[in-house]
Protein backbone atom coordinates (compact mmCIF):
# COMPACT_ATOMS: atom_id res chain seq x y z
CA UNK A 1 0.00 0.00 0.00
CA UNK A 2 0.94 3.34 -0.79
CA UNK A 3 0.18 6.87 -0.29
CA UNK A 4 -0.52 7.67 -3.83
CA UNK A 5 -0.02 11.29 -4.04
CA UNK A 6 3.46 10.72 -3.02
CA UNK A 7 4.08 7.55 -6.02
CA UNK A 8 6.10 10.77 -7.96
CA UNK A 9 8.24 11.24 -4.26
CA UNK A 10 11.68 9.78 -3.51
CA UNK A 11 11.31 7.27 -0.31
CA UNK A 12 13.11 7.34 2.78
CA UNK A 13 13.39 3.95 4.04
CA UNK A 14 12.77 4.09 7.95
CA UNK A 15 13.09 6.18 11.08
CA UNK A 16 14.50 4.34 14.43
CA UNK A 17 13.93 5.72 18.34
CA UNK A 18 15.74 4.42 21.15
CA UNK A 19 15.19 5.31 24.78
CA UNK A 20 17.05 4.30 28.02
CA UNK A 21 15.55 5.18 31.30
CA UNK A 22 15.94 4.00 34.90
CA UNK A 23 14.83 0.63 35.99
CA UNK A 24 11.65 1.58 37.18
CA UNK A 25 10.35 3.35 34.41
CA UNK A 26 8.73 1.48 30.79
CA UNK A 27 9.53 2.84 28.04
CA UNK A 28 7.40 0.94 25.28
CA UNK A 29 4.68 3.98 24.81
CA UNK A 30 7.73 6.66 24.83
CA UNK A 31 9.35 4.38 22.34
CA UNK A 32 5.69 4.63 20.60
CA UNK A 33 5.62 8.11 20.48
CA UNK A 34 8.72 8.52 19.19
CA UNK A 35 7.36 6.24 16.10
CA UNK A 36 4.87 8.58 15.68
CA UNK A 37 7.04 11.65 15.51
CA UNK A 38 8.59 10.01 12.67
CA UNK A 39 6.01 8.26 10.76
CA UNK A 40 6.90 10.39 7.86
CA UNK A 41 9.82 7.67 7.14
CA UNK A 42 7.94 4.56 6.72
CA UNK A 43 4.77 3.74 6.90
CA UNK A 44 5.12 0.17 5.90
CA UNK A 45 5.74 -1.59 9.20
CA UNK A 46 6.73 -0.34 12.58
CA UNK A 47 8.02 -2.64 15.48
CA UNK A 48 9.37 -2.13 18.71
CA UNK A 49 11.98 -3.65 21.22
CA UNK A 50 12.57 -3.94 24.89
CA UNK A 51 14.32 -5.49 27.61
CA UNK A 52 13.97 -5.47 31.38
CA UNK A 53 18.03 -6.69 31.89
CA UNK A 54 17.04 -10.07 31.84
CA UNK A 55 14.55 -11.19 29.18
CA UNK A 56 13.80 -9.30 25.81
CA UNK A 57 10.36 -8.48 24.07
CA UNK A 58 9.37 -7.09 20.82
CA UNK A 59 6.08 -6.73 18.60
CA UNK A 60 5.93 -5.69 15.38
CA UNK A 61 4.03 -5.91 12.19
CA UNK A 62 2.38 -4.25 8.96
CA UNK A 63 1.09 -1.17 8.68
CA UNK A 64 1.31 2.55 10.21
CA UNK A 65 2.46 2.66 14.18
CA UNK A 66 -1.06 2.79 15.54
CA UNK A 67 -2.35 0.41 13.65
CA UNK A 68 0.22 -2.16 15.24
CA UNK A 69 0.45 -1.14 18.96
CA UNK A 70 -2.43 -1.38 21.84
CA UNK A 71 -2.51 -1.57 25.75
CA UNK A 72 -2.94 -5.21 24.77
CA UNK A 73 0.33 -5.03 23.03
CA UNK A 74 2.16 -3.03 25.54
CA UNK A 75 1.61 -4.67 28.34
CA UNK A 76 3.68 -6.99 27.30
CA UNK A 77 6.59 -4.64 26.59
CA UNK A 78 8.24 -4.40 29.64
CA UNK A 79 11.71 -2.62 30.07
CA UNK A 80 13.35 -0.14 30.72
CA UNK A 81 15.87 -0.12 27.64
CA UNK A 82 13.41 0.03 24.10
CA UNK A 83 14.77 0.64 20.43
CA UNK A 84 11.79 1.29 17.63
CA UNK A 85 11.19 1.47 13.93
CA UNK A 86 9.32 2.56 11.06
CA UNK A 87 9.72 1.26 7.50
CA UNK A 88 9.34 1.94 3.84
CA UNK A 89 11.30 -1.16 2.62
CA UNK A 90 14.14 -0.27 -0.41
CA UNK A 91 16.06 -3.40 0.51
CA UNK A 92 14.30 -6.68 0.98
CA UNK A 93 10.46 -7.81 0.45
CA UNK A 94 7.38 -6.47 1.99
CA UNK A 95 6.28 -8.73 4.43
CA UNK A 96 6.64 -8.91 8.41
CA UNK A 97 9.41 -11.21 8.59
CA UNK A 98 11.76 -7.97 7.16
CA UNK A 99 9.81 -5.59 9.48
CA UNK A 100 11.89 -4.44 12.60
CA UNK A 101 13.61 -4.14 15.12
CA UNK A 102 15.53 -7.50 14.63
CA UNK A 103 16.12 -9.15 17.92
CA UNK A 104 18.55 -12.57 18.44
CA UNK A 105 20.25 -14.54 20.99
CA UNK A 106 23.90 -15.00 20.74
CA UNK A 107 26.17 -16.55 23.84
CA UNK A 108 26.08 -13.57 25.79
CA UNK A 109 22.87 -12.74 25.77
CA UNK A 110 20.65 -10.97 23.25
CA UNK A 111 21.06 -8.03 20.97
CA UNK A 112 17.92 -5.78 19.10
CA UNK A 113 19.07 -3.77 16.62
CA UNK A 114 17.17 -1.28 14.12
CA UNK A 115 19.36 0.36 11.28
CA UNK A 116 17.61 3.45 8.91
CA UNK A 117 19.92 2.89 5.66
CA UNK A 118 21.59 0.62 2.87
CA UNK A 119 24.77 -1.48 2.51
CA UNK A 120 26.10 -1.35 -0.55
CA UNK A 121 28.17 -4.57 0.30
CA UNK A 122 25.77 -6.43 1.65
CA UNK A 123 25.06 -9.18 -0.66
CA UNK A 124 28.50 -10.18 -0.69
CA UNK A 125 29.26 -10.03 3.36
CA UNK A 126 25.85 -12.30 3.59
CA UNK A 127 27.41 -14.71 1.05
CA UNK A 128 30.54 -14.87 3.01
CA UNK A 129 28.15 -15.12 6.12
CA UNK A 130 26.00 -18.01 4.62
CA UNK A 131 29.17 -20.01 3.77
CA UNK A 132 30.30 -20.01 7.23
CA UNK A 133 26.74 -21.76 8.15
CA UNK A 134 24.75 -18.44 9.44
CA UNK A 135 20.91 -19.16 8.55
CA UNK A 136 19.18 -16.08 7.53
CA UNK A 137 15.61 -15.44 8.78
CA UNK A 138 15.04 -11.97 6.52
CA UNK A 139 15.85 -10.76 3.40
CA UNK A 140 17.18 -7.61 4.64
CA UNK A 141 20.70 -6.17 5.24
CA UNK A 142 19.99 -5.24 8.70
CA UNK A 143 20.10 -8.94 9.33
CA UNK A 144 23.98 -8.50 7.97
CA UNK A 145 25.18 -6.29 10.46
CA UNK A 146 23.45 -8.09 13.45
CA UNK A 147 25.24 -11.56 12.68
CA UNK A 148 28.20 -9.40 12.52
CA UNK A 149 28.27 -8.10 15.87
CA UNK A 150 27.02 -11.10 17.58
CA UNK A 151 30.34 -12.84 15.38
CA UNK A 152 32.88 -10.08 17.27
CA UNK A 153 31.27 -9.77 20.61
CA UNK A 154 33.91 -11.81 22.43
CA UNK A 155 36.15 -8.48 23.58
CA UNK A 156 32.88 -7.03 24.30
CA UNK A 157 29.99 -4.59 22.11
CA UNK A 158 31.83 -1.78 21.54
CA UNK A 159 34.68 -3.79 19.65
CA UNK A 160 32.11 -5.91 17.91
CA UNK A 161 30.58 -2.87 16.64
CA UNK A 162 33.62 -1.28 15.77
CA UNK A 163 34.82 -4.21 13.70
CA UNK A 164 30.97 -4.50 12.13
CA UNK A 165 31.52 -0.49 10.91
CA UNK A 166 35.33 -2.23 9.39
CA UNK A 167 33.33 -4.43 6.90
CA UNK A 168 30.70 -3.03 6.39
CA UNK A 169 29.80 0.24 3.19
CA UNK A 170 27.04 2.39 3.14
CA UNK A 171 24.59 4.17 4.86
CA UNK A 172 23.31 3.11 8.40
CA UNK A 173 22.23 4.81 11.47
CA UNK A 174 21.93 2.23 14.05
CA UNK A 175 20.42 1.68 17.62
CA UNK A 176 21.39 -0.97 19.11
CA UNK A 177 19.89 -2.43 22.47
CA UNK A 178 21.48 -5.03 24.77
CA UNK A 179 20.61 -6.14 28.38
CA UNK A 180 22.34 -3.68 29.89
CA UNK A 181 23.01 -0.65 26.95
CA UNK A 182 21.05 1.71 24.51
CA UNK A 183 23.90 1.85 21.29
CA UNK A 184 23.68 5.00 18.88
CA UNK A 185 26.02 4.25 15.83
CA UNK A 186 25.94 6.40 13.13
CA UNK A 187 28.02 5.68 9.49
CA UNK A 188 31.18 7.17 8.79
CA UNK A 189 30.15 9.57 6.10
CA UNK A 190 27.06 10.46 8.15
CA UNK A 191 24.63 9.56 5.29
CA UNK A 192 21.72 8.78 7.39
CA UNK A 193 21.08 11.09 10.38
CA UNK A 194 21.02 10.21 14.54
CA UNK A 195 21.12 12.38 17.62
CA UNK A 196 20.75 12.27 21.02
CA UNK A 197 18.64 13.49 24.03
CA UNK A 198 18.38 13.97 27.28
CA UNK A 199 15.69 13.44 29.93
CA UNK A 200 14.93 12.77 33.26
CA UNK A 201 16.47 9.92 34.62
CA UNK A 202 17.22 8.84 30.94
CA UNK A 203 18.30 9.51 27.31
CA UNK A 204 16.81 9.19 23.52
CA UNK A 205 18.50 8.76 20.46
CA UNK A 206 16.31 9.54 17.59
CA UNK A 207 16.40 9.58 13.55
CA UNK A 208 15.50 13.40 13.73
CA UNK A 209 15.11 15.74 16.62
CA UNK A 210 11.28 16.41 16.45
CA UNK A 211 11.05 12.99 18.27
CA UNK A 212 12.89 14.28 21.36
CA UNK A 213 10.52 17.43 21.21
CA UNK A 214 7.71 14.98 21.41
CA UNK A 215 8.99 13.14 24.21
CA UNK A 216 10.10 16.17 26.08
CA UNK A 217 13.89 15.46 25.97
CA UNK A 218 16.55 18.27 25.86
CA UNK A 219 18.66 18.06 22.57
CA UNK A 220 22.09 17.22 23.42
CA UNK A 221 24.13 16.71 19.75
CA UNK A 222 24.06 15.22 16.77
CA UNK A 223 25.45 11.80 16.82
CA UNK A 224 28.75 12.65 14.24
CA UNK A 225 29.82 10.58 11.37
CA UNK A 226 31.99 7.53 12.71
CA UNK A 227 30.86 7.70 16.41
CA UNK A 228 29.63 5.57 18.49
CA UNK A 229 27.28 6.87 21.38
CA UNK A 230 27.12 3.41 24.70
CA UNK A 231 24.10 5.10 26.87
CA UNK A 232 23.96 3.06 30.50
CA UNK A 233 23.11 3.74 34.12
CA UNK A 234 26.26 6.24 34.44
CA UNK A 235 25.23 8.22 31.56
CA UNK A 236 26.47 8.25 27.82
CA UNK A 237 30.32 8.33 26.25
CA UNK A 238 30.85 8.82 22.92
CA UNK A 239 34.10 7.73 21.05
CA UNK A 240 34.76 7.72 17.19
CA UNK A 241 36.44 5.53 14.78
CA UNK A 242 39.88 6.35 13.73
CA UNK A 243 39.72 6.77 10.26
CA UNK A 244 39.45 9.91 8.08
CA UNK A 245 36.31 9.71 5.93
CA UNK A 246 34.69 12.44 4.33
CA UNK A 247 31.54 13.64 5.21
CA UNK A 248 28.69 13.58 2.94
CA UNK A 249 24.89 13.79 5.03
CA UNK A 250 21.65 13.46 2.53
CA UNK A 251 21.07 16.59 1.41
CA UNK A 252 17.30 15.28 0.57
CA UNK A 253 16.74 15.55 4.26
CA UNK A 254 16.35 18.85 4.39
CA UNK A 255 14.52 19.00 0.51
CA UNK A 256 11.85 16.42 1.85
CA UNK A 257 12.14 13.83 3.91
CA UNK A 258 12.81 15.23 7.39
CA UNK A 259 9.74 16.97 9.10
CA UNK A 260 10.05 20.95 9.10
CA UNK A 261 10.19 21.15 12.81
CA UNK A 262 13.60 18.51 12.80
CA UNK A 263 16.94 20.62 13.24
CA UNK A 264 19.82 18.67 11.24
CA UNK A 265 23.61 18.87 12.18
CA UNK A 266 22.63 22.39 13.65
CA UNK A 267 20.80 23.41 10.56
CA UNK A 268 16.87 23.56 11.24
CA UNK A 269 15.20 22.09 8.10
CA UNK A 270 12.02 24.82 7.92
CA UNK A 271 14.59 27.57 7.61
CA UNK A 272 16.57 25.81 4.88
CA UNK A 273 13.39 25.08 2.95
CA UNK A 274 12.27 28.89 3.30
CA UNK A 275 15.84 30.04 2.34
CA UNK A 276 15.90 27.90 -0.75
CA UNK A 277 12.00 29.37 -1.92
CA UNK A 278 14.12 32.52 -2.05
CA UNK A 279 16.83 31.93 -3.99
CA UNK A 280 14.55 30.19 -6.15
CA UNK A 281 12.70 33.31 -6.63
CA UNK A 282 16.20 35.29 -7.46
CA UNK A 283 17.14 32.34 -9.87
CA UNK A 284 13.77 31.66 -11.39
CA UNK A 285 11.64 34.83 -11.35
CA UNK A 286 8.28 34.61 -12.36
CA UNK A 287 5.63 37.57 -13.46
CA UNK A 288 2.22 35.77 -11.18
CA UNK A 289 -0.11 36.86 -8.99
CA UNK A 290 0.52 34.47 -6.59
CA UNK A 291 2.36 31.80 -4.91
CA UNK A 292 1.09 28.63 -3.98
CA UNK A 293 2.47 25.26 -2.66
CA UNK A 294 1.80 21.66 -3.27
CA UNK A 295 1.47 20.80 0.36
CA UNK A 296 3.37 19.88 3.22
CA UNK A 297 6.58 19.92 2.69
CA UNK A 298 6.78 22.63 0.07
CA UNK A 299 5.29 25.43 1.92
CA UNK A 300 8.18 26.64 3.64
CA UNK A 301 10.17 26.79 0.38
CA UNK A 302 6.81 28.86 -0.90
CA UNK A 303 6.57 31.29 1.50
CA UNK A 304 10.29 31.84 0.97
CA UNK A 305 9.47 32.51 -2.65
CA UNK A 306 6.69 34.46 -1.83
CA UNK A 307 8.89 37.03 0.51
CA UNK A 308 11.44 37.11 -1.56
CA UNK A 309 9.42 37.79 -5.40
CA UNK A 310 7.19 39.92 -3.50
CA UNK A 311 3.72 38.10 -5.35
CA UNK A 312 1.05 37.34 -2.30
CA UNK A 313 1.10 33.64 -1.07
CA UNK A 314 -2.27 31.87 -0.80
CA UNK A 315 -3.78 28.23 0.01
CA UNK A 316 -3.74 26.72 -4.07
CA UNK A 317 -5.40 22.99 -2.55
CA UNK A 318 -7.34 21.58 -0.26
CA UNK A 319 -5.34 18.52 1.07
CA UNK A 320 -7.27 15.83 2.50
CA UNK A 321 -5.70 14.51 5.67
CA UNK A 322 -7.89 12.06 6.32
CA UNK A 323 -7.66 9.47 3.23
CA UNK A 324 -4.67 7.70 4.91
CA UNK A 325 -2.82 5.46 2.66
CA UNK A 326 -4.40 3.72 -1.08
CA UNK A 327 -3.47 1.25 -3.59
CA UNK A 328 -2.18 2.07 -6.52
CA UNK A 329 -4.74 2.01 -8.86
CA UNK A 330 -4.72 -0.13 -11.95
CA UNK A 331 -5.58 1.89 -15.08
CA UNK A 332 -4.87 6.32 -15.41
CA UNK A 333 -7.86 7.47 -15.18
CA UNK A 334 -8.45 5.97 -11.42
CA UNK A 335 -4.96 6.67 -10.70
CA UNK A 336 -5.82 10.59 -11.48
CA UNK A 337 -9.11 10.56 -9.07
CA UNK A 338 -6.62 9.11 -6.37
CA UNK A 339 -4.72 12.19 -6.73
CA UNK A 340 -7.99 14.44 -6.71
CA UNK A 341 -8.85 12.74 -4.02
CA UNK A 342 -6.06 13.74 -1.69
CA UNK A 343 -5.16 16.98 -3.04
CA UNK A 344 -7.90 19.33 -4.41
CA UNK A 345 -7.54 22.87 -6.08
CA UNK A 346 -9.18 25.60 -4.15
CA UNK A 347 -10.80 27.11 -7.22
CA UNK A 348 -11.74 30.78 -5.77
CA UNK A 349 -8.57 31.48 -4.82
CA UNK A 350 -6.93 30.81 -7.92
CA UNK A 351 -9.38 31.62 -10.78
CA UNK A 352 -8.49 33.78 -13.09
CA UNK A 353 -4.91 34.07 -11.49
CA UNK A 354 -1.25 33.22 -12.67
CA UNK A 355 0.32 30.79 -10.01
CA UNK A 356 3.78 30.24 -9.50
CA UNK A 357 3.60 26.37 -7.61
CA UNK A 358 6.19 25.51 -5.56
CA UNK A 359 7.39 21.70 -4.81
CA UNK A 360 10.11 20.05 -3.39
CA UNK A 361 11.04 17.54 -6.63
CA UNK A 362 9.52 15.84 -9.55
CA UNK A 363 11.27 12.72 -9.97
CA UNK A 364 8.86 11.22 -12.84
CA UNK A 365 6.75 13.68 -13.04
CA UNK A 366 3.21 11.78 -13.74
CA UNK A 367 1.70 13.59 -10.47
CA UNK A 368 3.13 16.85 -11.78
CA UNK A 369 1.33 16.68 -15.01
CA UNK A 370 -1.65 15.39 -12.82
CA UNK A 371 -1.44 18.84 -10.46
CA UNK A 372 -0.90 21.23 -13.14
CA UNK A 373 -3.80 20.00 -14.98
CA UNK A 374 -6.02 20.35 -12.20
CA UNK A 375 -4.92 23.87 -11.07
CA UNK A 376 -5.67 24.97 -15.24
CA UNK A 377 -8.81 23.15 -14.75
CA UNK A 378 -9.98 24.71 -11.80
CA UNK A 379 -9.21 28.13 -13.79
CA UNK A 380 -5.99 29.13 -13.15
CA UNK A 381 -4.69 31.14 -16.22
CA UNK A 382 -0.92 30.38 -16.28
CA UNK A 383 1.07 27.27 -14.09
CA UNK A 384 4.52 28.24 -13.55
CA UNK A 385 6.18 25.41 -11.80
CA UNK A 386 9.27 26.20 -9.55
CA UNK A 387 11.21 23.15 -7.89
CA UNK A 388 13.03 23.15 -4.92
CA UNK A 389 15.68 20.85 -5.64
CA UNK A 390 17.70 20.45 -9.13
CA UNK A 391 16.39 17.75 -11.33
CA UNK A 392 16.72 14.34 -9.92
CA UNK A 393 18.96 12.07 -12.46
CA UNK A 394 20.69 9.77 -10.42
CA UNK A 395 19.77 6.69 -8.16
CA UNK A 396 20.70 6.77 -4.81
CA UNK A 397 22.03 3.25 -3.20
CA UNK A 398 21.95 4.38 0.55
CA UNK A 399 18.83 3.41 1.68
CA UNK A 400 16.42 5.84 -0.78
CA UNK A 401 14.26 4.69 -2.74
CA UNK A 402 14.34 5.81 -6.09
CA UNK A 403 13.39 4.32 -9.77
CA UNK A 404 15.79 3.04 -11.94
CA UNK A 405 17.81 5.52 -14.13
CA UNK A 406 15.46 5.92 -16.76
CA UNK A 407 12.56 6.33 -15.15
CA UNK A 408 14.09 9.82 -14.24
CA UNK A 409 12.79 12.24 -15.99
CA UNK A 410 15.46 14.53 -14.87
CA UNK A 411 18.13 12.38 -15.98
CA UNK A 412 16.34 11.75 -19.56
CA UNK A 413 14.31 14.80 -20.46
CA UNK A 414 16.18 18.71 -20.51
CA UNK A 415 13.95 21.13 -18.69
CA UNK A 416 12.40 22.23 -21.60
CA UNK A 417 11.12 18.63 -22.49
CA UNK A 418 9.65 18.21 -19.18
CA UNK A 419 8.22 21.80 -18.95
CA UNK A 420 6.40 20.44 -21.93
CA UNK A 421 5.63 17.07 -20.41
CA UNK A 422 4.30 18.40 -17.34
CA UNK A 423 2.43 21.19 -19.74
CA UNK A 424 3.49 23.78 -17.29
CA UNK A 425 3.51 27.65 -18.94
CA UNK A 426 7.17 27.66 -17.25
CA UNK A 427 9.67 25.42 -15.13
CA UNK A 428 12.08 26.79 -13.26
CA UNK A 429 14.69 24.19 -10.71
CA UNK A 430 16.69 25.46 -8.12
CA UNK A 431 20.54 25.19 -8.95
CA UNK A 432 22.54 22.76 -6.68
CA UNK A 433 24.73 25.67 -5.87
CA UNK A 434 21.40 27.57 -4.32
CA UNK A 435 20.39 24.24 -2.40
CA UNK A 436 23.65 24.49 -0.97
CA UNK A 437 23.74 27.54 0.04
CA UNK A 438 19.96 27.56 1.68
CA UNK A 439 21.37 25.06 4.40
CA UNK A 440 24.17 27.56 4.76
CA UNK A 441 26.68 24.95 5.23
CA UNK A 442 30.00 23.84 2.73
CA UNK A 443 28.75 21.65 0.05
CA UNK A 444 31.66 19.20 1.18
CA UNK A 445 29.24 18.44 3.92
CA UNK A 446 26.82 17.07 1.74
CA UNK A 447 25.96 13.64 -0.27
CA UNK A 448 24.23 15.37 -3.69
CA UNK A 449 24.66 11.62 -5.68
CA UNK A 450 20.85 12.21 -6.51
CA UNK A 451 21.33 15.18 -8.69
CA UNK A 452 25.64 15.34 -9.98
CA UNK A 453 26.25 11.30 -9.88
CA UNK A 454 29.07 12.06 -7.02
CA UNK A 455 28.97 9.34 -5.07
CA UNK A 456 30.65 9.30 -2.24
CA UNK A 457 30.53 5.34 -1.75
CA UNK A 458 31.29 3.14 -4.72
CA UNK A 459 29.48 0.15 -5.02
CA UNK A 460 32.07 -2.51 -3.82
CA UNK A 461 34.14 -3.65 -7.27
CA UNK A 462 35.42 -7.27 -7.70
CA UNK A 463 38.98 -6.81 -7.39
CA UNK A 464 38.23 -5.39 -3.75
CA UNK A 465 36.01 -8.69 -2.74
CA UNK A 466 38.78 -11.18 -1.77
CA UNK A 467 40.52 -8.27 0.50
CA UNK A 468 37.00 -8.27 2.24
CA UNK A 469 36.65 -11.93 2.89
CA UNK A 470 39.99 -12.25 4.72
CA UNK A 471 39.46 -9.43 6.72
CA UNK A 472 36.28 -11.41 7.52
CA UNK A 473 37.36 -14.48 8.24
CA UNK A 474 40.61 -12.83 10.11
CA UNK A 475 37.06 -12.19 12.37
CA UNK A 476 36.54 -16.08 12.75
Request: charge should be negative; include cysteine; hydrophobic fraction near 40%.
Amino acid sequence: MFDTLNLDKLKEECGVVGVYRNKDVEVARMVYYGLHSLQHRGQESAGIATTNGIHSHFHKGMGLVQEVFNDEVFAKLKGHIGIGHVRYSTTGESYVANAQPLVVKYRRGSIGLAHNGNLVNAALLRERLEDDGIVFQTTIDSEVIVNLIARFSNEGMVYAIERTMDLIRGAYALVVMTEEQLIGVRDPHGLRPLCLGKMDEGYVLASESCALDVLGAEFVRDIEPGEIVVIDENGYKIKKIEKQIKRASCIFEYIYFARPDTTLDGVGVYQARMNAGRILAKEHPAEADMVIAVPDTSIPAAIGYAEASGIPYGEGFIKNRYIGRTFIQPDQSLREAAVRLKLNPLKQNIEGKRVVMIDDSIVRGTTSRQIVNSLKKAGAKEVHVRISSPPVSHSCYYGIDTPDRNQLIGAIKTVEQIRRIIEADSLGYISLEGLVNSTGLPTESFCHACFSGDYPINVMKENDNFKLFERLKGGN
